[in-house]
């Protein structure tokens, strides 16, 4: 049976009646572009074949009720400006739902109650933008049940804001709006400051693939909330409001002059040169410079192993994999950091035994279950077909 069809069976079985109407949203990879969201700067993600699928039916009331193919029991809560948080750590994954409906309550939306079913093939704390997709699907869901609907960027807007501001996690725009609005077979020049993006294909004769190193970290118990702040604090040394107006040529002389310590200027050096890297890694895809943009990947994770310190032995040992084997032109951590996924960039002729030896390398080294995507840019969210 297929996915949306375990969907349907959920939502009849939960609710004894069927689904009318469903939403999608997909997780996202990011080629390049990491921890440069949060400081207004450039990122190069696109969405992925993996995906949040919400069946809906709209209720007369203002109730919601919502129940997960992959999580337990059924979780209910009043629409308000006020829902209160999961005591139960077992429904923490519903928190990232009732933010939303808070968010758009706030928002002045006018909704209605809805049941919803939600089953989700993105992996959690993967670096994949599982709550991203949440977020954005939920956003979709409550508008859909609403007969409402709002532009895509608008939408990534309201997720961030349910996580940062509900959920407790300060993350940037690059998930949420990677996800509402991909583009089917591009790769997106993203820009956090105007939200502006500028699609543009993979170069020919490559193939993403996208590896699960097993290792989970949850952001909002990282060192990612510590990484943004430390960013802030160098942005304010340097007397601008974010790092993307910074230059390297500033940090060095806020260091020189002990308005930077030696450690924040590391810190803020690697957003200066990934924003650098990312508008030269577009470049070589408008170019088709698929040699030029893997090497670029590869300056990317090294920056954020020796200078931002975000990732682990697991990430490293994958990368390092990668990069040996034949037909591999670049390989980085993707996401946040300290555990997750990397992203490799493959010559299709090289995929099926590259992935034929990375899975056996890397457990040769961890004793971690890994798994492997080949996979292409996808839609952003919307409408899902309940046929």
């Known amino acids: 049976m297929s996915r949306t069809g375990h969907l349907r069976n959920l939502f009849s079985t939960t609710y004894g009646t069927a689904p009318t109407l469903a939403v999608r949203a997909p997780g996202r990879v990011n080629l390049i572009g990491e921890h440069t969201d949060y400081n207004d700067g450039f990122c190069l993600p696109m969405a992925i074949e993996r995906d949040v699928r919400v069946a809906i039916r709209p209720r007369t009331d203002k109730?919601?009720?919502?129940?997960?193919?992959?999580?337990?029991?059924?979780?209910?809560?009043?629409?308000?400006?006020?829902?209160?948080?999961?005591?139960?750590?077992?429904?923490?994954?519903?928190?990232?739902?009732?933010?939303?409906?808070?968010?758009?309550?706030?928002?002045?939306?006018?909704?209605?109650?809805?049941?919803?079913?939600?089953?989700?093939?993105?992996?959690?704390?993967?670096?994949?933008?599982?709550?991203?997709?949440?977020?954005?699907?939920?956003?979709?869901?409550?508008?859909?049940?609403?007969?409402?609907?709002?532009?895509?960027?608008?939408i990534a807007r309201l997720g961030q804001r349910a996580e940062n501001k509900y959920v407790g996690t300060n993350c940037g725009i690059l998930d949420q709006l990677s996800s509402a609005c991909g583009v089917l077979g591009s790769v997106m020049l993203m820009d956090c400051r105007t939200l502006e993006l500028t699609p543009a294909p993979l170069p020919a004769g490559v193939s993403v693939v996208i590896a699960d190193t097993g290792k989970r970290r949850g952001l909002v118990d990282s060192a990612y909330n510590e990484r943004r702040a430390g960013c802030e604090a160098g942005a304010k040394a340097l007397g601008v409001s974010h790092l993307r107006d910074a230059s390297l040529h500033g940090l060095w002389d806020a260091e020189r002059k002990g308005t930077l310590s030696p450690l924040a200027r590391q810190r803020c050096e690697h957003v200066v040169a990934e924003n650098g890297r990312t508008i030269a890694a577009f470049a070589c895809l408008t170019a088709g410079d698929a040699v030029a943009l893997g090497q670029l990947m590869d300056q990317s994770h090294n920056d954020l192993r020796d200078k931002f310190a975000v990732t682990c032995?697991?990430?490293?040992?994958?990368?390092?994999?990668?990069?040996?084997?034949?037909?591999?032109?670049?390989?980085?951590?993707?996401?946040?950091?300290?555990?997750?996924?990397?992203?490799?960039?493959?010559?299709?002729?090289?995929?099926?035994?590259?992935?034929?030896?990375?899975?056996?390398?890397?457990?040769?080294?961890?004793?971690?279950?890994?798994?492997?995507?080949?996979?292409?840019?996808?839609?952003?969210?919307?409408?899902?077909?309940?046929?």
């Open 63 to 154: 109730t919601v009720r919502v129940v997960s193919l992959e999580q337990h029991g059924v979780v209910t809560f009043e629409l308000s400006a006020a829902i209160p948080k999961a005591t139960d750590k077992a429904q923490h994954w519903a928190d990232y739902v009732k933010g939303c409906a808070q968010i758009l309550v706030e928002s002045g939306e006018s909704l209605v109650g809805a049941d919803l079913a939600l089953t989700g093939d993105v992996p959690l704390g993967s670096g994949l933008s599982s709550s991203a997709a949440l977020e954005v699907a939920i956003i979709h869901a409550l508008l859909t049940a609403a007969g409402r609907s709002l532009p895509g960027a608008q």
């Open 313 to 387: 032995a697991e990430l490293d040992d994958l990368v390092t994999i990668a990069r040996a084997l034949p037909g591999c032109l670049g390989s980085r951590m993707t996401g946040a950091g300290f555990g997750g996924c990397t992203v490799s960039l493959v010559r299709d002729e090289s995929v099926q035994a590259f992935v034929a030896a990375l899975v056996p390398a890397y457990r040769a080294k961890h004793n971690l279950p890994i798994v492997v995507d080949v996979t292409r840019p996808a839609a952003g969210a919307g409408a899902l077909n309940l046929a």
